[in-house]
């Protein structure tokens, strides 16, 4: 009795001593890391709640196992391949990608297959059976007829460039099942397809689809793609995290995705991206406290060295939603600068230099006193504009606008038509003012009416601009 209690203490501390730092023994990602000293300085209230999910752990480390006991760079003894390849019970895998023998139940070869079903969602969705000839790993999927992977299999599938061809059509396959498009064979970065937000969809309602995307992460990691596993986990990470989509496979993206990735560096940069856009940060548990301590200590670095640059965590370009912001203020920019003359046109910001600027605020005055008092008219410049405005010639518009140093309407309409106040350089002889002072004092005679008309037809602006 004594025995068994005291056993299950040290199990209680070894699960407290577990739950407490994140560590776990089902995750190798950061072993070769050397312990650091706590500080208190970076540290997060982590929730109590907040445990990693050790099944999945445990399945991941396996599966990162179970291919390092394979040696795939390995010049295999071709001679001991060769009896391999004639026992066709062996490589039953191979011999389908080869398009040689068709997949059980259904009946069908690779190529017929990626003719006939590419598309067919509804077919891709309902059957289960293909999965596991599509994407051969070296664990036993739920079809029966299908199985795993052998290590002279994987060596034999590595070396034939033809059914590494067809495997990435198949992938190119599942891609537009999920509204994914490959963007780059070379470096297996992929983006959004077209028909993107149907699919996203389907792959949220119908959550077996994400057993099938950790399946083709594997195989591409067995295969001959590991390159190709870190672009699709971060795809999914961005989806998931920063874009708020698909909230049904969140989970797994982050217990399996982002964990059956073989390159161990390319893993610790995933794990660290999702620890910056998770949210809240005190219930992730994908990696140890320790590491998490470092990235907020990293983070806060990166921060004090730049800190006028809002950018992605590399670090090297900007922000989507900066580009966003600036291409349309851009684009806004530009749509004013076609509708709207610019400063230089109608003379704003030359009244500094204007050789008339001191007959200008002379007769500030004399404007003040003609809006405060709706009796009161100015006959003199009434007569002189209205005489130059008669004349209808190009000596006329040059005087006036000798005198109001800018066109006189072009400007003083849209002030008044927006309600928004004149420039500061206006006069009593700009016939932007009498107009605005016809509209605030309607006791006004109907020769200033009659004058505001007359100057726009001598400029041709009969209000569009107001329009």
């Not at 599942?174 to 297996?188: H, N, P, Q, S, V």
């Not at 971060?234 to 708020?244: D, G, I, K, P, S």
């Not at 709706?374 to 009434?382: I, N």
Request: glycine share 4%.
């Amino acid at each position: 009795m004594g025995d068994t209690s005291s056993r299950n203490e040290g199990d209680q501390r070894d699960f407290l001593t577990e739950y407490d730092s994140f560590d776990t023994q089902y995750d190798s990602t950061w072993e070769d890391d050397c312990p650091e000293t706590p500080s208190s300085e970076f540290n997060i209230q982590w929730s109590r709640n907040a445990r990693r999910n050790t099944y999945a752990a445990k399945d991941m480390q396996n599966f990162r196992k179970m291919i390092q006991k394979v040696n795939c760079d390995d010049a295999a003894d071709d001679e001991e391949l060769g009896d391999v390849y004639y026992q066709r019970y062996r490589i039953p895998n191979l011999l389908f990608y080869q398009n040689r023998i068709k997949f059980h139940p259904d009946g069908v070869l690779i190529e017929e297959f990626h003719e006939k079903w590419y598309g067919d969602y509804s077919r891709l969705e309902g059957v289960h059976s293909y999965i596991q000839w599509l994407f051969p790993i070296q664990e036993k999927g739920m079809n029966y007829d299908s199985q795993p992977l052998t290590p002279e299999e994987i060596k034999l599938f590595r070396k034939d460039h033809s059914v590494k061809k067809r495997l990435l059509k198949s992938y190119e396959l599942m891609l537009d099942f999920y509204g994914i498009k490959l963007l780059d064979e070379e470096t297996g970065k992929v983006c959004r397809a077209e028909h993107w937000e149907e699919r996203f969809k389907n792959l949220d309602r119908n959550t077996h689809n994400s057993l099938r995307i950790t399946r083709i992460l594997k195989c591409l990691g067995i295969l001959g793609f590991e390159h190709y596993q870190a672009p699709l986990v971060h795809f999914f990470l961005t989806e998931t995290l920063v874009e708020e989509r698909l909230p049904r496979v969140k989970q797994s993206v982050l217990d399996y995705f982002m964990f059956s990735v073989l390159n161990t560096s390319e893993r610790k940069e995933l794990i660290r991206f999702a620890f910056e856009k998770f949210e809240p940060m005190e219930e992730f548990v994908w990696c140890p406290k320790r590491i998490q301590r470092r990235f907020l200590k990293e983070i806060k670095t990166r921060k004090a060295e730049t800190p006028e640059n809002n950018r992605d965590p590399s670090g090297s370009e900007t922000c989507e939603c900066e580009e966003i912001q600036k291409h349309n203020e851009e684009a806004s920019n530009a749509s004013s600068a076609r509708n709207v003359p610019n400063d230089e046109s109608r003379g704003v910001g030359k009244a500094d230099t204007n050789p008339n600027l001191m007959m200008h605020n002379n007769q500030e005055d004399q404007q003040k006193q003609l809006s405060l008092n709706p009796d009161h008219t100015d006959t003199t410049t009434e007569n002189q504009n209205t005489s130059n405005t008669y004349k209808g010639s190009e000596e006329s518009e040059a005087q006036l606008h000798c005198i109001n140093n800018k066109p006189p309407i072009t400007a003083s309409r849209d002030n008044v038509e927006m309600d928004i106040d004149p420039p500061n350089q206006e006069d009593v002889c700009d016939p932007a003012a009498t107009e605005k002072s016809i509209h605030h004092n309607s006791g006004m005679g109907e020769s200033l009416c009659y004058f505001g008309s007359l100057v726009a037809s001598s400029h041709g602006q009969t209000g569009s601009m107001a329009d």
